[in-house]
Structure formats: C-alpha cells, structure tokens
C-alpha cells in the first residue's frame, strides 16, 4: 500500500505563487508516474500535470501550462508543483496521485493512489 500526503496549499492574492508538496510513503514506492488533480466546488476533477518517475518525463494541461511546473525528489520520495501567476480559476482541491501501471497522463481511473487533498484558494 502507498500513502500519499499533500502540503502547502492556502490562501493567495492572484499573481501570486504557492509550492504544493506530495510525499509518498509505503512498504515499497515504485510508481511508474505521479500526477496532480483539482477540483473546484459544483466540478469535476480535473488533470493539472504528470511526471514519470525515473525519467522525468513531464505532462501539463493547457490551462497550466507555462505558469505550473512539477517536479520529484526520487530520494525524498516527494513530487512537488509549483503555481505561479496564480489566477482565481486555479481556486480549487489539489490532489496528488500515483499510478503502478506504465502510464502518466490525464485520465484519473488509470491512477491507484490517491491523497486526502490540499485547498488552495487565489484572491481577485
């Protein structure tokens, strides 16, 4: 089993940049990508961004891209997201997910780990 732990959301004026971190933890970690999701109140999740674990490979949305960047620490075991230019669209429930199988996009069911989720909320 792996658990998955998200941090640093809050509250921000637009503009501006938050860094969300995920640390994953288990009897072994060896997920083949990791992924960010949000959900905002009365939608749907939605994919933010992928990486491949071994090689870094990265996968953004349109909405974020140029403005969002991940990034992994292989020896912490930790994937991050950085937010800059924050905009109030972006308000949402960040999740972060992990996924065994040989995939990394956007398609939530393909992902068998999930976090408990961290708000982030952007000011006008």
């Known amino acids: 089993q792996v658990q998955l732990v998200e941090s640093g959301g809050g509250l921000v004026q637009a503009g501006g940049s938050l860094r969300l971190s995920c640390a994953a933890s288990g009897r072994t970690f060896n997920s083949y990508a990791m992924g960010w999701f949000r959900q905002a109140p009365g939608k749907e999740r939605e994919f933010v961004a992928a990486?491949?674990?071994?090689?870094?490979?990265?996968y953004y949305a349109d909405s974020v891209k140029g403005r969002f960047t991940i990034s992994r620490d292989n020896a912490k075991n930790t994937m991050y997201l950085q937010m800059n230019s924050l905009k109030p669209e972006d308000t949402a429930v960040y999740y972060c997910?992990?996924?065994?199988?040989?995939?990394?996009?956007?398609?939530?069911?393909?992902?068998?780990?999930w976090g408990q989720g961290t708000q982030v909320t952007v000011s006008s």
């Open positions: 997910a992990a996924t065994m199988q040989p995939y990394y996009g956007s398609v939530s069911p393909r992902y068998d780990y």
């Open positions: 990486i491949r674990w071994s090689i870094g490979s990265t």
